[in-house]
């Protein structure tokens, strides 16, 4: 991997992609440090540290302390996560939205702009229920100007995030909306290690669930990046066919079917709806409601830890599949081998091969996505147990790993089209 990003730098028109990328990167973490304008400070750090504390610091997860800090980034780019989710599952129900999506890159685009609408709408609605629901008591606006001036400098913080996640995809490396999500993690690891030193030094944790949580992580680390790596090949054989003079096909390749092929985008999604309670219960106020969810929907509760466990499990493995279901379209897959004079040697064209890629993607998929979401589950587990304060578990370091081995392999397949590029010169 290192000789992988070494090779891509020496390269000017990769290097130009990497460098944007730390630029854009760059701007989110200068972002990071513009406060809301009329938000008082000092009440936010009470809030973090009143007994509420465990629910705002899950929320704070993804948004790599923009949250806790309530800047124009408060937010994040948990809106346009959720504007995808939902975009994503009324494809499969409205046709009218199943077809644009079929309509290559011109549909694609048009489903990007709807996804856009939605998440700005879905900031606006957060802005909202963040400032005068969590932080009302923070609030030092008092006119309707100095309030929609609170309101917009999220709604348009999480705006600039979501042009800059495209503008990282579309002129950077890898996907920019995960490689936000990661830089916001890295961003607090060294400061949670550091406080989980304090605690144990204190004598508050033990010394060994600390160096048996740094064992887990290394050897999660070890199983993300096997399960990435890992795929199954199949066969394929091109018939032969004479076009004039010239005979083509009889070539023998394999369709890569990797165990993981979602990457990390399961674990995003599952974290954006198990969320949702946490974020509702702050919108209202104290209650026997607010103490319903936090016992049994968050992991702060006692039940709630092993209900939010098996929900995190449930919902990893449902996005794995639904993940994969729309990135490798069985059905597409086999018409166009056919197609193409392509076939699977022992299986018939058409519909069989169509069936027969669907029962080797669901047996590949289906123990990687128990294994990625068990993976994800246990450092949440001993996290709790141990009184760590790693605030994130499996979670924050499967994105970690993934982000970096999918930043990767679209590294190594630009330097292979350089390589092939320069051969056919």
């Not at 644009?100 to 229920?129: H, M, N, P, S, W």
């Not at 969810?293 to 939010?308: A, E, M, R």
């Amino acid at each position: 991997m290192l000789t992988t990003f070494k090779n891509a730098w020496k390269l000017p028109e990769i290097r130009r992609k990497m460098l944007f990328t730390l630029f854009m990167l760059l701007i989110y973490r200068l972002g990071s440090h513009i406060a809301v304008p009329f938000m008082n400070k000092e009440a936010i750090s009470q809030l973090f540290s009143g007994q509420n504390a465990g629910v705002l610091t899950f929320l704070d997860l993804m948004a790599g302390g923009n949250f806790s800090n309530y800047t124009i980034f408060a937010a994040n780019i948990t809106p346009y996560i959720t504007a995808s989710i939902v975009l994503q599952l009324l494809t499969i129900a409205i046709p009218s939205l199943e077809q644009l999506a079929k309509e290559g890159d011109t549909g694609r685009k048009a489903i990007a702009k709807y996804t856009r609408y939605l998440a700005i709408a879905i900031a606006f609605v957060q802005a909202i229920g963040f400032t005068f629901g969590i932080f009302r008591k923070a609030v030092e606006a008092h006119t309707f100007l100095q309030k929609s001036v609170v309101i917009m400098s999220i709604v348009a913080g999480t705006a600039f995030l979501i042009w800059i996640g495209e503008q990282i995809t579309e002129k950077g490396i890898g996907n920019g909306i995960s490689i936000i999500i990661f830089a916001g993690i890295i961003v607090r690891m060294p400061r949670d290690l550091y406080q989980s030193f304090l605690l144990v030094r204190a004598g508050q944790a033990h010394w060994a669930f600390l160096i048996l949580y740094i064992v887990l992580a290394i050897a999660i680390v070890f199983f993300v990046v096997t399960l990435n790596e890992g795929e199954r090949r199949i066969p394929v054989q091109y018939a032969k066919r004479v076009v004039g003079r010239k005979m083509y096909g009889g070539q023998s390749t394999h369709i890569p079917i990797k165990v993981l092929m979602t990457g990390v985008m399961p674990i995003i999604f599952a974290n954006s709806i198990l969320a949702i309670p946490s974020t509702i219960i702050m919108f209202t106020g104290e209650g026997k409601f607010k103490d319903f969810v936090i016992k049994w929907l968050t992991p702060q509760g006692g039940p709630g830890l092993v209900i939010y466990v098996l929900l995190s499990i449930l919902m990893i493995i449902f996005f794995t599949f639904f993940y994969t279901q729309i990135q490798f379209n069985t059905v597409e897959y086999s018409k166009s081998l056919q197609q193409n004079g392509g076939f699977i040697p022992g299986i018939r064209p058409g519909k069989p091969t169509s069936d027969y890629l669907g029962r080797v993607v669901n047996r590949l998929v289906l123990p990687g996505a128990i294994a990625l979401a068990i993976l994800t589950v246990l450092p949440t587990i001993l996290t709790r147990v141990a009184k760590l304060r790693f605030n994130y578990g499996g979670t924050s370091i499967i994105i970690v790993v993934g982000v970096i081995l999918e930043t990767a392999r679209v590294l190594e397949q630009q330097l292979l089209m350089r390589h092939y590029k320069g051969f056919l010169k």
